[in-house]
């Protein structure tokens, strides 16, 4: 057990340092930020070696130490594979592999959005007086700004070819949803102002 502990820890402490060398790398010239990723690589191979036998020190204490070692093994081995296979994908094409959670936090951001701009198109704003003093969809402008650029900054991330069209779609819909209440908007306000001089 103590030396499974220390190789997880030995493999830990490399990709962290791993991380922090590429994180590095992003503000050097291409000509370094290359040879670093070739150093990487090289040492990847060795890594690899360790994580695997690693593997098989997991699976040997986990069949003969019951479910006590079980419990404790798993966790460890499962954030290891997780946290290596991150590393090798960021090694290997020179990108983060963007966390899950991300993508489906934008998902669900987007969403969030999409839904009130659609009732709003569909209902046609309902606007009193005080409303023609200012654009109603202004309160949303940050909103949709921000979810674009965040769409853009995942874009460039992502490796996925699918997943990239995929927010790029919804960028597009959250755009054109957004640009469709401001007309809407801009008609009635100009119809409104003349039915408020009669």
Same mark, same amino acid.
């Given at each position: 057990?103590?030396?499974?502990?220390?190789?997880?820890?030995?493999?830990?402490?490399?990709?962290?340092?791993?991380?922090?060398?590429?994180?590095?790398?992003?503000?050097?010239?291409?000509?370094?930020?290359?040879?670093?990723?070739?150093?990487?690589?090289?040492?990847?191979?060795?890594?690899?070696?360790?994580?695997?036998?690693?593997?098989? /020190?997991?699976?040997?204490?986990?069949?003969?130490?019951?479910?006590?070692? +079980? &419990?404790?093994? *798993?966790? !460890? $081995?499962?954030?290891?594979?997780?946290?290596?296979?991150?590393?090798?994908?960021?090694?290997?094409?020179?990108?983060?592999?963007?966390?899950?959670?991300?993508?489906?936090?934008?998902?669900?951001?987007?969403?969030?959005?999409?839904?009130?701009?659609?009732?709003?198109?569909?209902?046609?704003?309902?606007?009193?007086?005080?409303?023609?003093?200012?654009?109603?969809?202004?309160?949303?402008?940050?909103?949709?700004?921000?979810?674009? /650029?965040?769409?853009?900054?995942?874009?460039?991330?992502?490796?996925?070819? +699918? &997943?990239?069209? *995929?927010? !790029? $779609?919804?960028?597009?819909?959250?755009?054109?949803?957004?640009?469709?209440?401001?007309?809407?908007?801009?008609?009635?306000?100009?119809?409104?102002?003349?039915?408020?001089?009669?």
């Amino acid at each position: 057990m103590e030396t499974f502990d220390q190789n997880v820890d030995h493999i830990t402490k490399w990709i962290i340092q791993a991380d922090a060398l590429l994180d590095e790398s992003e503000k050097k010239k291409p000509q370094q930020k290359e040879d670093m990723l070739k150093r990487l690589k090289a040492e990847l191979n060795d890594v690899h070696r360790k994580v695997d036998s690693t593997h098989d /020190q997991a699976a040997n204490l986990m069949a003969n130490h019951g479910d006590h070692c +079980r &419990k404790v093994i *798993e966790p !460890k $081995i499962s954030e290891l594979n997780h946290r290596f296979i991150a590393i090798s994908h960021r090694i290997k094409t020179g990108k983060a592999s963007i966390p899950l959670k991300e993508l489906e936090q934008f998902d669900s951001d987007i969403q969030k959005l999409l839904e009130p701009l659609e009732a709003e198109i569909q209902q046609g704003v309902n606007l009193k007086e005080e409303d023609f003093n200012k654009d109603v969809s202004e309160d949303n402008e940050g909103t949709v700004k921000e979810l674009l /650029q965040r769409g853009d900054n995942l874009q460039q991330r992502i490796t996925d070819e +699918r &997943k990239r069209e *995929e927010i !790029k $779609i919804k960028q597009q819909l959250l755009q054109t949803k957004h640009n469709a209440l401001k007309v809407k908007e801009a008609w009635q306000w100009s119809n409104g102002r003349r039915g408020l001089q009669v």
